[in-house]
C-alpha cells in the first residue's frame, strides 16, 4: 500500500532526524556528544518524539493480523524474534553496555578506569535494577 509506505518512510525520516538533533540539542544532557546547541535542534526533538513511535506501532497494529494470518503464529513469532529480538539483545547486552563504559571513559579521563570486560560483568550484575534519580526499583 503506497500510502503506508509513505507514511512508514516519513516516520523513519523523523526518527533520524530525531537522533542527529540530540547532538545539537539542550534537553539531552545524556547524549555522549554535543556539537553545540540550537533552539531549533529541542524543537524537532521535542515534536518529533511525540509522534514518531506511535505511528510506528500503528503501522505495526495494521499490518499484523494479515500476516499472522498468512504465516500462522509459530512462524509469524519465530520471524519477529529473528528480526526484532535478536538485534534487540545484541543491543542490550553488548552495545549498550560499550557505550555507556566508553561515554564514562571519555567524560573522566583522569580516572583510572576498569578494562571493558570488567565493567561488563558489573553491568551484567546490576542488570534488571531500574534507577529514576534516587528511586531504584
Known amino acids: 500500500m503506497f500510502f503506508f509506505d509513505m507514511v512508514r518512510n516519513?516516520?523513519?525520516?523523523?526518527?533520524?532526524?530525531?537522533?542527529?538533533?540530540?547532538?545539537?540539542?539542550?534537553?539531552?544532557?545524556?547524549?555522549?556528544?554535543?556539537?553545540?546547541?540550537?533552539?531549533?535542534?529541542?524543537?524537532?526533538?521535542?515534536?518529533?518524539?511525540?509522534?514518531?513511535?506511535?505511528?510506528?506501532?500503528?503501522?505495526?497494529?495494521?499490518?499484523?493480523?494479515?500476516?499472522?494470518?498468512?504465516?500462522?503464529?509459530?512462524?509469524?513469532?519465530?520471524?519477529?524474534?529473528?528480526r526484532l529480538g535478536v538485534p534487540w539483545l545484541l543491543a542490550l547486552f553488548v552495545i549498550i553496555p560499550m557505550t555507556l563504559h566508553f561515554t564514562r571513559m571519555k567524560a573522566n579521563p583522569d580516572l583510572v578506569h576498569q578494562p571493558f570486560w570488567q565493567y561488563w560483568l558489573t553491568y551484567l550484575a546490576d542488570f534488571g535494577t531500574f534507577r529514576i534519580g534516587l528511586l531504584s526499583v
Request: glycine share 8%; net charge positive.
Open 10 to 82: 516519513l516516520a523513519m525520516l523523523s526518527v533520524v532526524l530525531y537522533h542527529a538533533a540530540g547532538a545539537y540539542s539542550t534537553v539531552t544532557p545524556y547524549w555522549p556528544v554535543h556539537d553545540g546547541s540550537s533552539v531549533i535542534a529541542d524543537g524537532i526533538r521535542e515534536l518529533f518524539e511525540v509522534f514518531m513511535m506511535p505511528v510506528f506501532f500503528f503501522l505495526a497494529g495494521y499490518f499484523t493480523l494479515p500476516s499472522l494470518n498468512r504465516q500462522g503464529t509459530l512462524r509469524f513469532l519465530t520471524g519477529k524474534f529473528r
